[in-house]
């Protein structure tokens, strides 16, 4: 794994902020399981805060009988966090530029602390999960969104054949619930979802990467100097004449904070 610098994350998500919304179609539809999962809070109650909140696709679609007190939203991005400026919710918005890394928080301070779609590009995954942990609140809760280990597979097989490596982290079920309780966390419910895509050529699959930031690669090695040569093996890899799969894989999960926990030392 080569991880993307964290300016050239910021970067990646900012330049791309006008366009995420149009093109974010599996980021909405981890959105929606996290709503799905918030019914187990009803009522809201407290202060929440959202990690790596992009654009506030959970804000936007965040039914009223849902909404806290006061959400934070942070992300890294700066661009992003303009759309957080102008929506117009009942509960109070904050939105602070932070990285998923490096919260600089009180402990603990939340009573849900959301995560979606940001967990992939901590430094370490398991350091980011408990880092979060302890920002909630006993009994408090995480409502997360990892990406699986099959995500994307088709396209990260054909970059190994040009020598670039994966730029965030994947995990399994196994993996992630091992994780949580490591951090003091009970995961209560988790949803595995798995599909295919197809699109029409390798080219259209990386414009829709581009266009929400996703293709922030940091500082590898320019290998893949040729798109038509890429093309080429991911078709002879994986597609047909007439259209290419890609593989949707995300864990969604939702876990409550023991009430006393104490963390062993790593």
Not at 61 to 77: F, G, K, T, V
Not at 127 to 136: D, F, K, P, R
Request: aromatic share 8%; with cysteine; hydrophobic share 45%.
């Amino acid at each position: 794994m080569c991880k993307p610098s964290k300016q050239a994350i910021a970067h990646a998500f900012s330049s791309k902020a006008a366009t995420y919304e149009e093109f974010a179609h599996w980021q909405k539809e981890s959105v929606d399981h996290i709503i799905n999962f918030l019914g187990y809070l009803h009522p809201a109650r407290g202060t929440w805060l959202d990690v790596g909140c992009g654009i506030g696709l959970l804000e936007k679609s965040l039914p009223r009988e849902h909404q806290p007190e006061r959400i934070i939203c942070s992300d890294i991005a700066a661009h992003t966090l303009q759309h957080i400026a102008l929506l117009k919710m009942p509960c109070t918005l904050c939105s602070l530029r932070m990285d998923v890394d490096f919260l600089p928080f009180r402990r603990p301070s939340f009573d849900v602390v959301i995560a979606a779609s940001v967990l992939q590009w901590s430094i370490d995954l398991a350091a980011a999960v408990e880092g979060l942990a302890s920002l909630i609140a006993p009994n408090g809760y995480l409502i997360f969104c990892v990406l699986g280990d099959q995500y994307l597979q088709e396209l990260r097989e054909t970059r190994r054949h040009f020598g670039v490596q994966d730029p965030v982290s994947f995990a399994s079920v196994k993996k992630i619930s091992a994780v949580l309780g490591h951090s003091g966390l009970r995961l209560i419910a988790s949803r595995h979802i798995k599909k295919t895509k197809r699109f029409a050529s390798p080219l259209a699959l990386l414009k829709n990467l581009t266009a929400i930031g996703a293709t922030a690669l940091g500082n590898q090695p320019a290998r893949i100097r040729s798109i038509p040569a890429f093309s080429r093996k991911y078709r002879e890899l994986f597609g047909d004449a007439t259209s290419i799969p890609a593989t949707l894989d995300m864990i969604v999960g939702f876990a409550q904070k023991q009430a006393c926990f104490s963390p062993s030392t790593r």
